[in-house]
């Protein structure tokens, strides 16, 4: 469903939301309520061009009349019975202001009329499609009102009778579904053509009230295409009901399209006129003058037959106006175009023959537009003139201005016109500089972070190799002494022998290398949570010694260093090592980073040569005293 407040708000001409505006003023001060109906709300929620206005009060239209009258509207004409004024506000926009109300039929075509609320007059309307209303009071407005389902009926382009007896009770409804099969394309109900065929049978057209025939011919002169609707009415054989005088043949067919692709043009350059009387004029031009009198007399509103007769007059005066040498500058020309009578210059451009009057309108239809090309949008922008501003629109529009009259032809001058309008620039951005102590001191944290997150990842492989080593940290010549790649290798061993026994005993041939001297296995890939350090490889007792020879990741060493290393899980507080609860195995090069990360404070200090007092922190011995002295402890402990 539409929202339509927007819908009011944006489909709807500059004009007919001033009108709208006035007549609200105006039912607030009286105490009413009024409602947007009938031909309206069905063309804003089908998407058609809404080119005239009904609105239903809950009193008595006729006593807004004054006030009305007061606000600037024109008074076309009145109907006592139905209490209903028809008025014409600026811009030509056509408005119906009705009484809400109820009708009974005593005669076919003959109403009685009862004053009631806004509920029933709905209920009482010709097909469900204009049996919708929008709420214009305070508190509900752009509420939709659709007791009838008439939307669901609008978007199935569907016309369906509110009222099963209606083309007996009001036989012009017949003339009517015509007329909306002619302009919108719609299609009849099958229940509502077959009511439609049984009425015209029994001839109940003959029931048609004068003010009934007078509103349906002046309706085809306020169509969009007056002859298709002349022609359609003429087939069905109503014309002849109507005014049998008035014949499509009586139309002049090639000015009726020249009128509206002029229309078309005006439209495109913001001119919006109304081509009633126009083209009742061409829909008319062959009618002998008795016929043609006798037609207009007929017509609902005297003062469309006005403004319908004094077209000629409206064109000369804005002819004089436009020749006049006071309005020679282009800008107060296009101006002229733009602010007078809309309905004049329509006529005026259709009509005219002065070769003067000619060139004024081929610049305002094809020349000017041309202009707008020139609008320099770029230099605007770097103005920071943008359409978020309110007054954009009117900055566009006097840059044309200027530009019409052969102004801003240099940057400079654009540039000159332009600051005014020019909005301050934005104060400069404010960037807070650190120092770089600042920047050393964040780098710093963010790298003891590191330390920490790494440090809790390898707290699991801590507690394994105290476990292996004996367990209490007081204990400092288990962990100064026994070298952590010894211990590894034994746990190594004891977990592949099942695995790997073919490859145990080709090794056990070899002669066992000595232990200060033994050779550095390669370096095992990384593992999961102990990422590769430089300090690792300084921790590694053998690091500067001799390049050791390639040996697949999990072969394991010779059974001879690992019965040596056995005394070590019986020292003081050691737990004997179980071969049903085995500790994860443990690759040399991640034990020493282990012990690198076990020894070393929190800020990166020299990593130092007794763990147990890192206060006192010594750099690492070169690695040749540090392989002397790993097997002497051992043999000093047994």
Same mark, same amino acid.
């Given at each position: 469903m539409p929202d339509y407040i927007y819908l009011l708000e944006n489909r709807l001409s500059a004009d007919q939301q001033n009108a709208l505006r006035q007549l609200r003023e105006a039912a607030r001060e009286a105490g009413t309520l009024?409602?947007?109906?009938?031909?309206?709300?069905?063309?804003?929620?089908?998407?058609?061009?809404?080119?005239?206005?009904?609105?239903?009060?809950?009193?008595?239209?006729?006593?807004?009349?004054?006030?009305?009258?007061?606000?600037?509207?024109?008074?076309?004409?009145?109907?006592?019975?139905?209490?209903?004024?028809?008025?014409?506000?600026?811009?030509?926009?056509?408005?119906?202001?009705?009484?809400?109300?109820?009708?009974?039929?005593?005669?076919?075509?003959?109403?009685?009329?009862?004053?009631?609320?806004?509920?029933?007059?709905?209920?009482?309307?010709?097909?469900?499609?204009?049996?919708?209303?929008?709420?214009?009071?305070?508190?509900?407005?752009?509420?939709?009102?659709?007791?009838?389902n008439g939307a669901a009926d609008i978007e199935a382009?569907?016309?369906?009778?509110?009222?099963?007896?209606?083309?007996?009770?009001?036989?012009?409804?017949?003339?009517?579904?015509?007329?909306?099969?002619?302009?919108?394309?719609?299609?009849?109900?099958?229940?509502?053509?077959?009511r439609y065929e049984n009425a015209k049978a029994e001839n109940i057209i003959e029931s048609l009230s004068e003010h009934d025939k007078s509103f349906e011919l002046e309706q085809i002169g306020h169509e969009d295409d007056g002859l298709r609707v002349l022609r359609a009415l003429e087939a069905e054989g109503w014309m002849k009901v109507l005014c049998p005088a008035w014949t499509s043949s009586k139309a002049d067919e090639e000015k009726l399209n020249a009128l509206h692709d002029l229309r078309v043009q005006l439209q495109m350059q913001g001119v919006h006129p109304d081509m009633s009387a126009a083209q009742m004029q061409l829909l008319t031009?062959?009618?002998?003058?008795?016929?043609?009198?006798?037609?207009?007399?007929?017509?609902?509103?005297?003062?469309?037959?006005?403004?319908?007769?004094?077209?000629?007059?409206l064109a000369a005066g804005f002819a004089k106006v436009l020749l006049n040498k006071a309005n020679s500058t282009p800008s107060v020309t296009y101006k002229l175009f733009t602010t007078h009578d809309p309905e004049a210059v329509l006529w005026l451009g259709f009509t005219s023959k002065d070769s003067a009057v000619k060139a004024k309108y081929e610049l305002f239809l094809k020349t000017w537009p041309e202009v707008r090309q020139r609008i320099?949008?770029?230099?605007?922008?770097?103005?920071?003139?943008?359409?978020?501003?309110?007054?954009?629109?009117?900055?566009?529009?006097?840059?044309?201005?200027?530009?019409?009259?052969?102004?801003?032809?240099?940057?400079?001058?654009?540039?000159?016109?332009?600051?005014?309008?020019?909005?301050?620039?934005?104060?400069?951005?404010?960037?807070?500089?650190?120092?770089?102590?600042?920047?050393?001191?964040?780098?710093?944290?963010?790298?003891? +972070?590191?330390?920490?997150?790494?440090?809790?990842?390898?707290?699991?492989?801590?507690? +394994?190799?105290?476990?292996?080593?004996?367990?209490?940290?007081?204990?400092?010549?288990? +962990?100064?002494?026994?070298?952590?790649?010894?211990?590894?290798?034994?746990?190594?061993?004891?977990?592949?022998?099942?695995?790997?026994?073919?490859?145990?005993? +080709?090794?056990?041939?070899?002669?066992?290398?000595?232990?200060?001297?033994?050779?550095?296995?390669p370096e095992p890939k990384p593992a999961k949570h102990a990422p590769e350090k430089a300090p690792a490889a300084k921790a590694a007792p053998a690091a500067k010694s001799k390049p050791e020879p390639a040996k697949p990741e999990k072969k394991t060493p010779p059974a001879a260093p690992a019965k040596k290393a056995a005394p070590a899980p019986a020292a003081k507080h050691a737990p004997p090592v179980k071969h049903a609860a085995k500790p994860k195995a443990k690759t040399p090069a991640k034990a020493a980073q282990v012990k690198a990360h076990a020894s070393k404070p929190a800020h990166k200090s020299v990593p130092s040569k007794k763990p147990a007092a890192p206060a006192k922190a010594k750099p690492h011995p070169p690695a040749k005293h540090a392989a002397k002295k790993a097997p002497a402890k051992p043999a000093k402990k047994r």
């Open positions: 009024l409602f947007l109906t009938g031909d309206a709300v069905r063309d804003l929620t089908s998407g058609h061009a809404v080119r005239e206005i009904e609105v239903s009060v809950q009193a008595n239209a006729l006593k807004l009349k004054k006030p009305i009258e007061k606000l600037g509207a024109q008074v076309w004409g009145e109907d006592e019975a139905s209490h209903t004024l028809y008025l014409c506000f600026p811009g030509t926009v056509r408005v119906d202001l009705i009484s809400t109300h109820h009708r009974d039929y005593p005669k076919p075509g003959r109403p009685a009329y009862h004053f009631s609320s806004i509920q029933e007059d709905l209920r009482r309307r010709d097909f469900t499609a204009n049996a919708m209303a929008i709420s214009l009071n305070e508190g509900s407005y752009g509420l939709l009102m659709d007791p009838l382009r569907t016309l369906r009778l509110v009222s099963n007896y209606g083309f007996l009770e009001e036989p012009s409804l017949m003339i009517r579904a015509i007329r909306y099969k002619a302009r919108l394309g719609w299609e009849l109900d099958p229940r509502t053509q077959q031009a062959k009618m002998a003058p008795k016929d043609l009198a006798s037609l207009k007399k007929q017509l609902l509103r005297p003062g469309f037959v006005e403004e319908w007769n004094s077209l000629d007059s320099p949008y770029a230099q605007m922008q770097e103005m920071r003139i943008t359409p978020e501003l309110a007054n954009y629109n009117e900055i566009l529009h006097q840059i044309f201005l200027q530009l019409i009259d052969g102004h801003l032809n240099t940057p400079e001058e654009t540039k000159a016109f332009l600051e005014p309008y020019s909005p301050p620039a934005p104060p400069p951005q404010i960037t807070i500089k650190r120092s770089r102590a600042k920047r050393a001191e964040k780098v710093k944290e963010k790298s003891f +972070d590191e330390q920490e997150e790494e440090s809790e990842e390898s707290g699991d492989d801590e507690e +394994d190799l105290d476990d292996i080593g004996g367990g209490d940290d007081d204990d400092e010549p288990l +962990d100064l002494k026994i070298p952590k790649s010894d211990l590894e290798e034994e746990i190594d061993e004891e977990e592949s022998d099942e695995e790997e026994e073919s490859e145990d005993e +080709d090794e056990e041939e070899k002669p066992a290398p000595k232990r200060g001297k033994q050779a550095a296995k």
